[in-house]
């Protein structure tokens, strides 16, 4: 018997990077206990990337290989793509119609990201992107989800999510919905190569799939303490990504790593040999897996395509039930 209902969802925007796999790591794990429906999120990715949708299907089939290789299992969960469902839609339509507008301009961050964004030349002051919240609102409700795996950074959307479940429950005096809960995974703040936040737009990621030679030469780059110029000087450990990534992939060597380090016994090169090692362990089997199934697209739209029949069953018995409520479509 699985103990609840999971949703959860990410954004196709490109191949994801190590930094993502312990929130992958979480839902792996949560298959086992939980009935799980993995969406892949390309309506929210449209809310900022509507001028240029052309990659859109490369992204999704992209997220939909590193997904499986990590280890989402299709006989366990719904791996799907959102627009798909038709119903995540519809229930985003009949929610907007009970949710103030005041609450989705007080969601912490949307002004923020709107004026950032503005300063990138981008306009994102849409009705979707505002709707933005009450979309993700929508994923996890029309699977009446009661857990949802997610960062942090992801509270406040969740928190308008019960929100919107209450007054719908209480608007229609039913108990419809549950007020989902957040499975907060263990968040890596794993800088990029050259220290800064990892991201795809400064070149500093290392992607889940990549091949050996790349991530040697990913390691090779990654910025170390710059008052070190010959390998016997003394190093500064707190200042350097490699041991960032040391006390993360391989704790049981940091101590005796750092000693070397401080004592100039260890040079950077043969320091960034064995994290070049120890990444390769942890990646290499998700490589030969996205490999081999980057020789089955076929495969992984069959996936797809079952998982969108198994998400659509739940999501139209909610909607049945919605409309019901609500009195829409007689
Ligand atoms: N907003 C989430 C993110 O950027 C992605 C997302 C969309 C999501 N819908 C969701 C996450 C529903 C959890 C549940 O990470």
């Known amino acids: 018997m699985k103990q609840g209902r999971i949703f959860s969802g990410m954004r196709p925007t490109g191949k994801l990077h190590i930094g993502h796999l312990s929130v992958l790591e979480n839902w792996v794990r949560l298959q086992d206990s939980h009935e799980c429906f993995f969406g892949i999120v390309d309506w929210h990715a449209l809310t900022t990337a509507y001028d240029?949708?052309?990659?859109?299907?490369?992204?999704?089939?992209?997220m939909a290989l590193d997904w499986l290789s990590v280890g989402l299992d299709p006989e366990?969960?719904?791996?799907?793509?959102q627009s798909q469902v038709k119903q995540h839609g519809e229930l985003h339509l009949l929610l907007s119609m009970i949710t103030p507008l005041p609450w989705l301009e007080?969601?912490?961050t949307y002004k923020d990201q709107v004026q950032q964004l503005k300063l990138q030349?981008?306009?994102?002051?849409?009705?979707?992107?505002?709707?933005?919240?009450?979309?993700?609102?929508?994923?996890?409700?029309?699977?009446?989800?009661?857990?949802?795996?997610v960062g942090v950074d992801q509270l406040p959307h969740l928190e308008l999510c019960r929100e919107i479940a209450r007054r719908f429950n209480y608007?229609?005096?039913?108990?419809?919905?549950?007020?989902p809960q957040a499975s907060l995974s263990r968040q890596e703040v794993l800088p990029g190569t050259d220290g800064r936040k990892m991201s795809k737009s400064?070149?500093?990621?290392?992607?889940?799939?990549?091949?050996?030679?790349?991530?040697?030469?990913?390691?090779?780059?990654?910025?170390?303490?710059?008052?070190?110029?010959?390998?016997?000087?003394?190093?500064?450990?707190?200042?350097?990504?490699?041991?960032?990534?040391?006390?993360?992939?391989?704790p049981e060597d940091v101590a005796s790593l750092e000693e070397s380090c401080r004592a100039g016994q260890i040079g950077c090169v043969?320091?960034?040999?064995?994290?070049?090692?120890?990444?390769?362990?942890?990646?290499?089997?998700?490589?030969?897996k996205?490999?081999?199934?980057?020789?089955?697209?076929?495969?992984?739209?069959?996936?797809?395509?079952?998982?969108?029949?198994?998400?659509?069953?739940?999501?139209?018995?909610?909607?049945?039930?919605?409309?019901e409520v609500m009195s829409v479509g007689w």
Not at 76 to 81: C, G, P, R, T, Y
Not at 172 to 179: A, K, M, N, R
Not at 290 to 302: A, C, F, I, T
């Open 290 to 323: 996205r490999k081999s199934l980057e020789q089955k697209p076929e495969w992984v739209k069959e996936i797809l395509a079952e998982g969108r029949k198994k998400a659509t069953l739940e999501a139209e018995k909610t909607m049945a039930l919605v409309r």
């Open 52 to 62: 240029d949708t052309k990659s859109l299907p490369d992204h999704i089939m992209d």
């Open 121 to 149: 030349g981008k306009d994102i002051n849409t009705v979707g992107f505002l709707g933005y919240p009450l979309l993700m609102a929508a994923d996890i409700l029309v699977y009446r989800a009661d857990t949802v795996p």
């Open 106 to 108: 007080r969601v912490p």
């Open 76 to 81: 366990k969960s719904a791996v799907f793509i």
């Open 202 to 250: 400064y070149g500093n990621e290392i992607a889940i799939g990549i091949d050996s030679n790349e991530l040697a030469q990913k390691v090779r780059q990654m910025v170390t303490d710059p008052a070190r110029i010959r390998k016997d000087d003394p190093g500064h450990p707190e200042v350097c990504v490699v041991h960032t990534y040391h006390q993360f992939y391989a």
């Open 171 to 179: 608007l229609y005096q039913v108990s419809l919905f549950p007020e």
């Open 270 to 288: 043969e320091c960034k040999k064995q994290l070049t090692g120890k990444l390769e362990e942890i990646l290499a089997p998700i490589r030969e």
